[in-house]
């Protein structure tokens, strides 16, 4: 082993498992365990749409340097999948290893000769240590966390720490798992050269972060922001959302004298059901919110229109999946962008705000509902598959005391008693947004009309055009308010120092940040701005305006930010350079820099640093 | 429709417990056609609000698209009220009650708008047992686009063209009796004597409350050899009994003459007093409601009044266990779990 081959806390392994055979945990055993040796660690779980048999993968970037992105490359491959062995032996880099359950000789066709094999009999080692049919399989998994644990060097007491609060209540169920991990261990002691080149050393990188997945922290930005009723319909991959947040409501919702619950949570019969409930609840003044996916988006459509042109506040977490229709419903994407922001027929635009990691997703959940009840208009939050299903070291989320809930023009029983005639479309403040009431709010002031036909100031039916285009006019206003109220964008630096921009959002962002990086370290700089919102802030302009040229850089194929940045800021579009990824895995650093690079007349324009 | 309504009212206009006069429970002129079911029916939830003193704001209107669904705007000018999209009054319904459980609900429905489109919401706002009371307008055909049968329209029945029907009906009221829903009746739009008492004790019922209401369509569904004609209906209805709402009853029994009356007590103190006529049939029992009205369907009569009621079901606040407060009346205080909570949460993350 020379020293150049030397890789610490710089590395990819991948599991190849079958779907439903319990390795999951054990997955995220291995993964927790250098989280807590301090190293940033980020795992993509590559799943079917399946419940048993199908493969499924669980990959896992290390890195030193902290980059949180998806990197091409498998450094080492655990493989207990025979139908996936083909493909998983030619997925390892040239000088990787390929660890294999050596039960069963390996076929002649799956020898490469310029990777390392790891053979280690699992189900052998197995079958003599355990009798119970469903330990053989489970610890089978344990056994390579634990031969992994001594080729990486990863600290047995991180395993038995995490074992022990995995059974807390259940300790009968420790020792086997440990006896399991110490199979694997002596195993690699009595048999391989260890570590290998490939290891881990402690680190005190992590500090305060957490490692959470992006659907519990939406639902805990649900809770927080006081939504008191969820409807939805299930759908990968959103679902986890509504279990986060009904799991987060048994704890932090529970009357503790009567036990009733300070939350109604209802599973709709389609997601048409799922919005039409968010918007009556919305109406009647409780928070409400739903979280889908693209396929149930599309259903929504014709509510969504409704809440737009009512003027009724409701919030939607889209965690986005690879389309169009079913598509692929356990990969990831941001292909929804153009569907919801134009969602429903007519002229109509939605507020989207775009989370990069579970700290946003928590912070600009709760945004999203004062976001809605101030602009009295659906707020749909663009998350991910990748962002909302995978666990990211992130953050920890914080929540101000002082913040309260804005709840936006709303008038109670005393408000109305002072005015004359109540106008629930009167725009009396010039902004564009106008003033609303709860129902029973004041026996005989207040009450109004709500409907999706065209209507006058004071919510009276009408097909008169001047009244309609008075109304639709002033929906305009209101958006160009809510330009200056929706999350501003990221700008990476305080005075721009190059002709090329970057610009992108969600979960781009890691890779976005590692190729810029990488740049920087070949002497190129560019600009880089990150979007939070649409409507788009005058930053965003500002930012496109100064630069010669920007690569817009998402993870669909039709270049769907682009579009709508063209459309909405009238940009001559070959200013807008796409880098797209949408096959289906989160993008890469690597392909950002290929794409940019494959732009030849831009690359010499890029500025070097003196 | 009618242009001009009179201002004037009789000076000395009964009123009721709250003082407010009947008139107080009015709301915008119809621009339904002149003779319209639907306006009798509006007329009968302003007289049942009236005459149940209801302060007009407790209650929220909600309803489809459609000639039934515009009604909400034409009573109960001081209650809000949501003309939501087509088929989807349901879900918009089961969410406002969700928000607040202390309001009285009216859902307004058609048969397009409950039948057609919006079966898949209808069937599905049955089980939950959202408290309400949903009125089906129902008149075999769309009006608002001139005529076209609905699901509702009898296989055989002719329209204004002389076309006949050929597809099977669907019946709303069977279909809820069987879906489990705890309350259901029947009527006709020019009944007011039995329309009245019906949506009193829908809207008192602690549940779902459903009234398919036989309303004809005077402009494209009212012709010979329509089923739903006014001549054709009132040549073939059939009450189960004669009903009366009894508000504030002083005890809650169940006492049973048999054949001749029956009072269902209602758990807030009201009753329900049935004067029976049809044979055979218990309201309290869904399967030989059920049986009543398969067979007047059989004898092609139209069977009439509460056709079945469960007193006792939970509806789905019960169900979900939800607080007694209404959930948009928690403060912040009582929803949001605070930065010290999170600060534990965080570290479950770790």
Not at chain 1, 315 to 336: A, H
Not at chain 1, 417 to 430: A, P, Q, S
Not at chain 1, 455 to 477: G, P, Q
Request: charged share 20%; proline share 4%.
């Amino acid at each position: 082993m020379s020293l150049s081959t030397l890789k610490v806390n710089d590395f990819v392994v991948r599991f190849a498992n079958v779907n439903g055979s319990g390795s999951a945990s054990a997955n995220f055993l291995f993964t927790k365990a250098i989280f807590r040796m301090g190293i940033f660690v980020t795992p993509k779980n590559i799943f079917p749409s399946n419940i048993q048999g199908l493969p499924t993968w669980y990959e896992v970037r290390i890195s030193e340097k902290g980059y949180l992105g998806r990197r091409e490359g498998i450094d080492l491959m655990v493989c207990v999948n025979p139908q996936s062995m083909a493909s998983d032996v030619a997925a390892v880099k040239p000088g990787g290893y390929f660890l294999y359950d050596s039960s069963k000789n390996l076929h002649d066709q799956y020898i490469r000769d310029d990777i390392h094999y790891i053979a280690i009999p699992l189900m052998e080692m197995c079958n003599n240590a355990f009798t119970d049919p469903r330990q053989r399989q489970l610890f089978k998994n344990i056994i390579y966390v634990g031969a992994l644990s001594a080729l990486f060097g990863i600290e047995f007491k991180m395993l038995e720490d995490l074992l022990a609060e995995q059974f807390k209540g259940k300790e009968k169920l420790i020792p086997a798992n440990i006896k399991a991990l110490n199979l694997g261990i002596e195993w690699v002691h009595q048999n391989h050269i260890y570590p290998l080149d490939i290891r881990v050393e402690r680190r005190d990188l992590i500090g305060d972060r957490i490692m959470i997945d992006g659907n519990a922290a939406c639902g805990l930005g649900a809770l927080y922001a006081g939504a008191s009723v969820a409807a939805w319909y299930p759908i990968t991959p959103s679902t986890s959302v509504i279990e986060a947040f009904a799991s987060f409501s048994d704890s932090y919702r529970v009357d503790p004298v009567t036990g009733k619950k300070n939350v109604a949570i209802v599973q709709a019969e389609d997601e048409l059901s799922a919005i039409g409930m968010v918007i009556g609840a919305n109406w009647n003044g409780a928070r409400s919110f739903t979280s889908t996916s693209g396929p149930g988006l599309s259903l929504m459509n014709e509510f969504l229109g409704l809440a737009y042109f009512a003027e009724v506040p409701a919030v939607l977490i889209d965690v986005q999946r690879t389309g169009p229709s079913t598509g692929m419903p356990t990969r990831t994407q941001q292909s929804d962008i153009l569907l919801a922001a134009y969602a429903s027929h007519g002229d109509t635009k939605h507020v989207l705000v775009f989370p990069a990691t579970p700290k946003e997703c928590f912070e600009l959940t709760a945004d999203a509902f004062d976001l809605a009840d101030e602009l009295q208009t659906p707020v749909i939050l663009m998350t991910d598959l990748d962002l909302g299903m995978n666990d990211h070291i992130s953050e920890p989320l914080k929540w101000d005391d002082e913040r309260a809930y804005k709840k936006g023009k709303v008038l109670d029983a005393e408000a109305l008693e002072k005015i004359d005639k109540f106008g629930r479309y009167l725009d009396i403040d010039g902004d564009g947004i106008v003033y609303r009431t709860y129902p029973a709010t004041h026996p005989s002031k207040g009450s109004f009309f709500t409907r999706g036909s065209s209507r006058d100031e004071y919510a009276r039916y009408t097909e008169d055009s001047a009244a309609y285009k008075r109304n639709v006019d002033r929906l305009t206003k209101k958006w160009n308010i809510a330009k200056n109220m929706v999350p501003l964008p990221q700008l990476y630096q305080d005075k721009n120092a190059s002709s090329i921009g970057i610009l992108f959002f969600g979960t781009s962002t890691f890779s976005a940040e590692e190729a810029m990086d990488i740049l920087r370290d070949q002497g190129l700089v560019v600009d880089a701005i990150r979007l939070r919102a649409f409507p788009f802030s005058q930053t965003v302009l500002d930012f496109i305006d100064v630069h010669e040229r920007v690569f817009v850089i998402e993870q669909n194929r039709d270049a769907q930010m682009k579009s709508l940045l063209t459309i909405e800021l009238q940009i001559d579009p070959k200013k807008l350079i796409p880098v797209l990824n949408y096959d289906g895995m989160p993008i890469t650093a690597d392909t950002i820099l290929n794409t940019m690079k494959e732009s030849t007349f831009v690359l010499s324009k890029f500025k070097k640093i003196a | 429709m009618s242009f001009i309504r009179p201002k004037f009212r009789h000076p000395e206009l009964p009123k009721n417990a709250l003082g407010y006069t009947v008139d107080y429970y009015e709301g915008a002129l119809s621009t339904l056609c002149a003779g319209c079911g639907h306006d009798s029916i509006g007329a009968g939830v302003v007289q049942a609000c009236f005459e149940m003193n209801i302060e007009p704001h407790r209650l929220a209107k909600l309803s489809g698209i459609g000639c039934s669904s515009k009604t909400p705007n034409y009573f109960l000018s001081n209650s809000h009220g949501f003309n939501s999209v087509h088929g989807r009054m349901p879900s918009v319904a089961t969410g406002a009650n969700l928000a607040n459980r202390d309001l009285i609900y009216l859902g307004v429905s058609g048969d397009g708008d409950t039948a057609s489109i919006g079966m898949g919401q209808f069937v599905h706002v049955i089980r939950r047992n959202i408290n309400m009371i949903y009125i089906v307008m129902n008149n075999g055909c769309y009006g608002l686009t001139k005529g076209q049968d609905s699901a509702t329209s009898d296989n055989g029945s002719k329209n204004k063209t002389g076309v006949m029907n050929v597809y099977e009906s669907i019946d709303l009221a069977s279909l809820a009796i069987e879906l489990g829903a705890t309350f259901v009746a029947q009527s006709f739009s020019g009944d007011k004597a039995q329309l009245i008492p019906l949506i009193k004790a829908g809207m008192q019922h602690p549940g779902f409350a459903f009234i398919n209401v036989i309303s004809p369509c005077v402009t494209f569904n009212n012709n010979v050899g329509s089923t739903k004609s006014y001549d054709y209906v009132r040549q073939h209805i059939e009450a189960t009994s004669t009903v009366d709402f009894v508000p504030e009853m002083t005890e809650i029994t169940t006492t049973y003459k048999s054949g001749v009356t029956q009072k269902i007590g209602m758990h807030d103190g009201s009753s329900i007093q049935l004067h029976k006529i049809a044979q055979d049939w218990d309201p309290l029992d869904r399967q030989s409601a059920m049986n009543a009205v398969k067979l007047s369907k059989k004898n092609n009569e139209i069977l009439t009044g509460l056709l079945f009621m469960d007193p006792d079901a939970k509806d789905l606040h019960q169900l979900l266990q939800t607080t007694e407060k209404p959930l948009n009346s928690l403060s912040q205080s009582l929803l949001c779990p605070g930065s010290e909570m999170l600060k534990q949460i965080n570290e479950d993350f770790r």
